[in-house]
């Protein structure tokens, strides 16, 4: 893009020494979110928006707007959002730049970037300074690990880092991070507030009208010495920055819907051990709506389960690790959340040929039973160690027959997908730690250490799950209580977790075999009426089979996680009515229609039928308009040109 910039003077205006500015000839300014709103070009007093070239370091002249005080002034129908630490100005009229329920989102991402920063920081020798965080201490899960915890403090307190890096600061040796999809800038103001031991942030957006309101965002918080507003194609903004000294290190993508246009460039442009944050949305699709249109975005069919959110996840792990293989490349998750409409991973991208080897070991077919929800896994590859050596082989099976040995249906085949461990226990710990020492740093600090605790209690090696409600549902019995399942299967001497992706769901090591062995001793204190039962049924054959184990539904103490205990805000409810994801933004970033009078004006259409004819002359018609109706007065819909029905706005 041709940027044609005039001479830099400061202008006075109200008595005010506003800072410099350029003007751009190709950019426009959303001037107001209201309708019929005036749209001009952007003047020497406008922020600036450009198309910057990431790899070069800031302005001289940003670093003095930070030292003014903000000069940007509230325009006519525009509102101001605060969210963190972070003022944020939308058109009023505009329903797309921001969902106040992905605050949570928000959060969790400042949380883990920090953390990430501070173990990135301390190898270049600079120390993270975050306000109200006291001497840390990191929450282990055994003994040994609290003493190398200390070990590694006495060392690292004898070599203690001279330089400090604080929020809001430049700093020389810092992250370098990428908001590819940034529409109003928020997330990316708030790294620039919240985040220590940032050198920059590039806030990039391919509408101009976004870009310039992310200009005006940075230039209000007064971070313009850190952000930098960017209007290009994602992806080809990535590709360019490929070059190992030109990477990212961080880059967080979270667009509306699907990312699996954005992940080819996103492998490549992140930094040797960078941290790559990817949000989806299009959990129809990953949750086994659309397997098809799974398979095509991300290499892996989805298939309906009750373990959807947490297979989701691990799609899109897949396919993150099988783009980043194309480039010798791989991944090593350190979080992965499904938490309301959408799933959140955070990993780190390795280059390593030796290592890519292993990646067809990591991923697992599922086979999946229509009758009653048992599962089995498949690997993809195998791999024997000897020695120093790794031998790798393909993969045997199937590991079921045709039909289900447990109720005769039959299998429906889902993935490949990720089956390694979806988080680092080790991370996951320090991140929790640093927000439950600071709880007053973030909004949902409650629900973010509710989360985090439950991670932490899951069985890392044990993917997917079951759901107490199914299995009972399958047999037609009433639902043991969640403690008593737990129970069973720990005197059964198998492990057992939940999930934090479902609230009735169970992860255990246990075989379906054992899993229907108990469900079988609960039916027999708690009989169903077999003779309702179809002898097809899954529940009939399920039942007729004697259980080979002898149940204890007798609650232990081990059965109720700590997080559970504590009462910890694990599920919350919804916060607010419509809390969903918002429409998608149209092209141009032009402003949309009010949400709720759309859902208004399709709702219960289907239901409330037309019996009286004289009540289609309420309704506009669709060929008169296209003048093709060849009815004339006899129309049964009005031919009126009046503007009486609500309509597409232009």
Not at 131 to 141: A, I
Not at 546 to 568: G, I, M, W, Y
Request: hydrophobic letters at 35%; glycine letters at 6%; one cysteine or more.
């Amino acid at each position: 893009m041709l940027v044609r910039t005039t001479r830099l003077l400061p202008l006075t205006v109200s008595g005010r020494l506003r800072p410099p500015l350029s003007y751009s000839a190709k950019q426009t300014f959303w001037r107001s979110g209201g309708s019929g709103a005036p749209w001009r070009r952007l003047s020497s007093m406008d922020p600036q928006v450009t198309t910057v070239d990431p790899s070069s370091g800031n302005n001289s002249d940003s670093t003095s707007v930070a030292e003014e005080p903000s000069a940007v002034e509230l325009l006519p129908e525009e509102t101001v959002v605060k969210e963190g630490k972070a003022t944020i100005l939308f058109p009023n009229a505009n329903e797309v730049f921001y969902n106040p329920v992905q605050e949570f989102n928000r959060d969790l991402t400042c949380a883990v970037i920090t953390e990430f920063a501070r173990d990135l920081m301390a190898q270049r020798g600079v120390k993270v300074l975050v306000p109200g965080e006291k001497e840390r201490v990191v929450v282990s899960l055994s003994e040994e690990t609290n003493e190398a915890d200390v070990q590694t403090a006495e060392k690292n307190g004898a070599e203690e880092p001279k330089v400090t890096a604080r929020i809001g600061e430049k700093c020389e040796n810092g992250l370098r991070v990428l908001e590819g999809l940034a529409a109003s800038g928020l997330r990316s103001v708030r790294f620039a507030l919240e985040v220590p031991g940032l050198q920059s942030v590039t806030a990039n957006d391919f509408s101009t009208k976004a870009a310039a309101l992310i200009a005006r965002n940075a230039q209000y918080n007064r971070v313009s010495h850190l952000l930098q507003a960017s209007c290009r194609d994602a992806s080809m903004l990535m590709y360019e920055m490929r070059g190992k000294k030109e990477r990212y290190d961080v880059i967080d993508l979270d667009p509306y819907g699907s990312p699996a246009a954005f992940l080819d460039a996103a492998v490549q442009a992140v930094s040797e051990g960078g941290l790559l944050c990817v949000t989806c949305t299009d959990m129809a699709v990953m949750a086994g709506n659309n397997g098809e249109t799974c398979y095509s975005k991300y290499g892996s069919v989805s298939i309906k389960a009750k373990y959807c959110h947490e297979m989701a996840l691990r799609i899109i792990l897949h396919s993150l690790d099988q783009r980043a293989g194309v480039y010798q490349r791989y991944i090593q998750p350190l979080l992965s959340i499904s938490a309301d409409f959408y799933i959140r991973v955070f990993v780190r991208v390795f280059t390593g040929q030796a290592t890519v080897k292993n990646s067809a070991s990591k991923q697992a077919l599922v086979y999946n039973c229509v009758g009653c929800g048992s599962f089995h896994m498949q690997r993809m590859g195998r791999r024997i160690s000897s020695g120093k050596h790794m031998k790798y082989s393909a993969a045997t099976g199937p590991p079921v027959g045709p039909e289900c040995e447990h109720c005769g249906q039959r299998h429906q085949l889902g993935g490949p997908f990720w089956a390694e461990a979806i988080h680092d226990l080790e991370f996951v710990q320090k991140v929790l730690a640093a927000v439950s020492g600071n709880p007053s740093r973030f909004g949902t600090s409650k629900r973010i250490e509710g989360m985090l605790s439950m991670v932490t209690e899951e069985l890392e090696d044990v993917p997917l799950y079951y759901t107490v409600d199914n299995l009972s549902s399958t047999i037609r019995c009433n639902t043991p209580s969640l403690l008593q399942f737990r129970s069973a299967l720990l005197h059964a001497g198998h492990r057992v977790s939940l999930s934090h992706a479902c609230k009735n769901a169970v992860k255990t090591d246990a075989p379906p075999g054992v899993v229907w062995d108990i469900m079988r001793c609960w039916e027999k204190t708690n009989p169903v009426k077999r003779e309702k039962l179809s002898e097809t049924s899954p529940a009939f054959k399920i039942l007729s089979t004697e259980p080979s184990l002898e149940a204890c539904f007798t609650v232990r103490e081990d059965a109720n996680p700590q997080s559970r205990k504590r009462h910890l805000t694990r599920f919350q409810e919804n916060p607010q009515a419509f809390w969903g994801p918002k429409a998608r933004a149209k092209a141009g970033g032009s402003i949309t229609t009010n949400l709720q009078d759309k859902r208004k004006k399709f709702q219960n259409k289907r239901k409330n039928q037309i019996t009286d004819s004289s009540q289609l002359k309420n309704f506009p018609c669709k060929k008169f308009k296209q003048g093709t109706c060849t009815h004339g007065d006899n129309c049964c819909y009005s031919h009126s040109t009046e503007q009486k029905y609500d309509e597409k706005p232009e």
